[in-house]
Every structure is written in C-alpha cells, then in structure tokens.
C-alpha cells in the first residue's frame, strides 16, 4: 500500500470511528433521565429503564417523584421480578376481566393484572388501576411477588414500626419480611409511612433490590428440601431484654448431623399469637455424616407476652408442632 492510499485509508478510518463514537455516545445518553441529575436513584432507575422493566412519562423524562398508580406498580413488579403467566384450568381462555371488573382486557397494563393474580398476588376484584398505591400496598405485593418466586430464609428479629399500628396482620408479616431482610429501610424514629403514596423512584429502587435478591437469594425448589413434614418443632422462650423473648426452635430425630434448620418466616396473629414455620434441609451432595439421630437448633426473637407454635412449610395435619408462651 503506498503512502497517498495509506492516509485515504486512516482518513476514512477515522470518520468511521467518529460516526461509531457519537453512535455510542447517543445510545448510551438514550438512557439517562434528564430529571435524575443527583438523585441517589438515578443509577438504579437507569438500569431499570435499560432492561425494560420500567419506562418514563416521557421519553426524557422519569418523574421520581409522581405517584404509582396500581397500574404502574404491577407492571413494576411483574416486569421486575419476571414474574410468568400461569396455565389456566379448564379449557376456555382466561383474561384480565375474568378477574377485575375494572381493568380492560387490551389495556396496556391488562396482561401484567393477569399474571399477577396467576402468581398468588392478593388483589381486590374491584381495584382501580388509576388509583394511587400506598407504600403498604406496594410493600404486601411485592412481598408476595418475592415469596412467588421459592423458599428463602428470614431470619426474623421484630422491627418494632413505629407508625404500623393499624396494618393488617398480612401486611405487617410482609413488612417485617421486608425489613428484616434490608429491602425496605424504616426511617426517623422507625417509621415506614405506609399509608403514604408510593412514589416512582422509590417503587424503582425497592423493585431493583428486590429482583437482586431473588437472582442472589432465591433458588425454586429443586427437591433439596427435606420431607419436613416428618418433622415436628418445638419452641422454648427466654427473657433476652425488656420486652423481647428468645424463641428457641428445636427439631428432634433428624437422621444425622447434616441436615440443618432453616426459620422461614414468623407470622403474627391475634391476640399475640405467633406462628415460626421452619424448613429442614438435606445434607450437601457429596459429604458423609455419621448416621446419628440428631436434632437442629434455630433462633430468633419476638415481643413478650407472645404464645408460638411451630410449623413445617409442608405440615400435614397431624403434625403440626407444639407451643410455647
């Protein structure tokens, strides 16, 4: 190649590098909100828009801090969590309205209803997919959406939430799920504010650490789990401080010292009744243990004056643990 050819060819190298360059620059500006500028969720939204699981009011523009509607938050969490449609029984073809009366069957938002009800989402027949979403009700579904996805374990200390005095049992099982494992933090004086709107870029950050965990945490069942309904728990208590108990779990005739014991989650019922459902899992393949009968210890810690039962995720009915107050 001589000289003259040579500098045509780096010439035109160079205008082809320069087209490809503003080409990435623009692809990648395609992406930032321009009204995230500072805002600790910026990144994180970024992301989000970037993987399609959420979009801006505009093509520019994001709107943090605009409410959620019902709408907008189940789209969030379907999309989110990558929560998939279920088959339906019966041979006739289910639709959104087969289940809401107020959501149409080729609204923008009707598939994302239907696979949330298909996963066990607890919604109302009559919700309004233009009604505001509070942070509660954000709070329970996305809980739900998780807990649809497998078992995880939740070492549960309770949070004592200030401001959560009128929330429902339901509601405040998911919260103290939320809490306890660091996706939802409460802010001045324990307080969640839950009768508060959810606003966009906190619905975004709480889906973007949700969907981390399930992709980290979360693993569906692949028949690891022990026949725990084998097994029967028991439950002991101890003052550990003003106002909190030591719940003790204890799992006996456990085939040898491999299995272990796992609290899932602790639901709170009335008149101060808790119920600590646990799991018993197999040893890891490929490691010997003695055959030893054995039993398996777990705790965690409740207000006072609570009476705890103790039950397996897969308890039959004959089996369903013991008490302790």
């Given at each position: 190649?001589?000289?003259?050819?040579?500098?045509?060819?780096?010439?035109?190298?160079?205008?082809?590098?320069?087209?490809?360059?503003?080409?990435?620059?623009?692809?990648?500006?395609?992406?930032?909100?321009?009204?995230?500028?500072?805002?600790?969720?910026?990144?994180?939204?970024?992301?989000?828009?970037?993987?399609?699981?959420?979009?801006?009011?505009?093509?520019?523009?994001?709107?943090?801090?605009?409410?959620?509607?019902?709408?907008?938050?189940?789209?969030?969490?379907?999309?989110?969590?990558?929560?998939?449609?279920?088959?339906?029984?019966?041979?006739?073809?289910?639709?959104?309205?087969?289940?809401?009366?107020?959501?149409?069957?080729?609204a923008w938002y009707a598939s994302a209803f239907l696979i949330a009800k298909q996963n066990g989402?607890?919604?109302?027949?009559?919700?309004?997919?233009?009604?505001?979403?509070?942070?509660?009700?954000?709070?329970?579904?996305?809980?739900?959406?998780?807990?649809?996805?497998?078992?995880?374990?939740?070492?549960?200390?309770?949070?004592?939430?200030?401001?959560?005095?009128?929330?429902?049992?339901?509601?405040?099982?998911?919260?103290?799920?939320?809490?306890?494992?660091?996706?939802?933090?409460?802010?001045?004086?324990?307080?969640?504010?839950?009768?508060?709107?959810?606003?966009?870029?906190?619905?975004?950050?709480?889906?973007?650490?949700?969907?981390?965990?399930?992709?980290?945490?979360?693993?569906?069942?692949?028949?690891?789990?022990?026949?725990?309904?084998?097994?029967?728990?028991?439950?002991?208590?101890?003052?550990?401080?003003?106002?909190?108990?030591?719940?003790?779990?204890?799992?006996?005739?456990?085939?040898?010292?491999?299995?272990?014991?796992?609290?899932?989650?602790?639901?709170?019922?009335?008149?101060?009744?808790?119920?600590?459902?646990?799991?018993?899992?197999?040893?890891?393949?490929?490691?010997?243990?003695?055959?030893?009968?054995?039993?398996?210890?777990?705790?965690?810690?409740?207000?006072?004056?609570?009476?705890?039962?103790?039950?397996?995720?897969?308890?039959?009915?004959?089996?369903?643990?013991?008490?302790?107050?």
């Open positions: 190649m001589n000289k003259q050819s040579f500098q045509m060819s780096a010439k035109k190298m160079t205008i082809a590098c320069g087209i490809l360059a503003a080409s990435v620059s623009f692809g990648a500006s395609a992406f930032a909100f321009s009204d995230l500028k500072d805002n600790p969720a910026e990144s994180k939204i970024n992301a989000l828009h970037h993987k399609g699981v959420v979009n801006g009011v505009t093509t520019d523009r994001f709107a943090p801090k605009s409410k959620v509607t019902f709408a907008q938050g189940i789209q969030f969490i379907v999309n989110g969590l990558q929560l998939s449609p279920k088959p339906s029984n019966g041979s006739s073809t289910v639709t959104a309205s087969s289940y809401f009366d107020n959501v149409k069957d080729k989402l607890a919604l109302d027949k009559s919700v309004d997919p233009n009604a505001a979403m509070t942070r509660i009700q954000f709070a329970h579904l996305l809980t739900q959406a998780l807990q649809s996805k497998g078992n995880f374990p939740v070492t549960l200390m309770y949070a004592d939430i200030s401001d959560g005095g009128k929330l429902s049992n339901a509601e405040m099982n998911s919260l103290q799920i939320l809490v306890n494992t660091h996706l939802v933090t409460l802010e001045k004086n324990n307080t969640f504010r839950p009768n508060d709107v959810v606003t966009r870029a906190e619905a975004a950050v709480w889906i973007y650490d949700a969907a981390e965990f399930a992709q980290t945490v979360i693993t569906p069942d692949e028949g690891t789990a022990a026949p725990s309904n084998l097994y029967e728990g028991s439950v002991t208590l101890e003052k550990a401080g003003e106002g909190v108990n030591k719940a003790t779990l204890t799992v006996n005739d456990l085939p040898n010292p491999g299995y272990s014991l796992t609290i899932d989650r602790i639901e709170f019922g009335k008149d101060k009744t808790a119920v600590i459902y646990f799991s018993v899992t197999k040893p890891a393949p490929g490691k010997m243990y003695p055959m030893v009968i054995t039993k398996g210890t777990a705790v965690t810690y409740l207000p006072e004056g609570y009476t705890v039962t103790a039950k397996s995720l897969t308890t039959n009915p004959s089996s369903s643990g013991s008490s302790a107050r």
